[in-house]
């Protein structure tokens, strides 16, 4: 049972333009959310979080929206350039299990020049 | 400078072996983790750990076994049994005890069994 989703296995947008990634969940006890960002052959590395208690977090170029009715959260990277072309995976965590993250299975974003 | 650091980079070993992943963190994090991805797929977890001397299974445990005694090193055995082996591994950690809980990873293993 995947309890995170991420439906887009790939992406491709324009230099300049706005990526948006989306990931959707099902366990309505998730109350963090985390995006990574990752490279082949590399460990993935942070890039933003956002608690339930709220419905947006911005850092520079990066913004993600949590939108608890409907259960799903989004990235949005702009304007995108071409070193944000990786793997980018959603996660989640439920406060009993405050330690464990649950992944998506990750979008592949490609940035055209 | 801190971190997570993963040995060896490739790994092969022939079936009915069993092998043992190096992840060492200088971070003083108390949580450590051990993941496993598969080529279109996200991070399965397989083994974590809280503090020392005490871990837990993930959810996909069976194959693997883990050792705790020290809190910087927390190695992973993938034994004979697990079936299916050949994946990239990762190790984690984070700080214990914080609800919100951000990890860091190293930059993995890649086994492959012969």
């Known amino acids: 049972d995947q309890q995170v989703k991420q439906n887009s296995p790939s992406l491709s947008v324009q230099e300049g333009r706005i990526s948006i990634l989306n990931c959707d969940y099902t366990?309505?006890?998730?109350?963090?959310f985390l995006w990574y960002k990752k490279y082949p052959a590399e460990g993935p590395t942070f890039l933003i979080s956002i608690s339930s208690i709220k419905d947006k977090n911005e850092d520079g170029r990066f913004t993600v929206f949590l939108n608890k009715s409907a259960k799903h959260l989004s990235l949005h990277i702009v304007p995108s350039q071409p070193g944000d072309s990786a793997v980018y995976f959603c996660?989640?965590?439920?406060?009993?299990?405050?330690?464990?993250?649950?992944f998506g299975q990750g979008t592949r974003l490609t940035i055209n020049p | 400078d801190g971190g997570i650091t993963q040995s060896p980079k490739y790994l092969f070993r022939k079936e009915g072996q069993n092998v043992t992943l190096s992840c060492e963190q200088n971070l003083n994090h108390d949580a450590m983790y051990w993941y496993r991805q598969d080529p279109g797929q996200g991070l399965r977890l397989i083994y974590y750990s809280q503090i020392v001397n005490d871990f837990q299974k993930g959810d996909i445990a069976e194959g693997y076994s883990v050792s705790r005694e020290k809190k910087e090193s927390f190695p992973l055995t993938v034994t004979s049994a697990q079936k299916n082996p050949t994946a990239f591994y990762l190790c984690?950690?984070?700080?214990?005890?914080?609800?919100?809980?951000?990890?860091?990873f190293g930059p993995g293993t890649r086994l492959t069994v012969l």
């Open positions: 366990n309505s006890m998730f109350d963090y």
């Open positions: 984690a950690s984070s700080i214990s005890g914080h609800s919100y809980n951000e990890q860091f």
């Open positions: 996660a989640a965590s439920a406060p009993r299990g405050a330690q464990k993250l649950v």
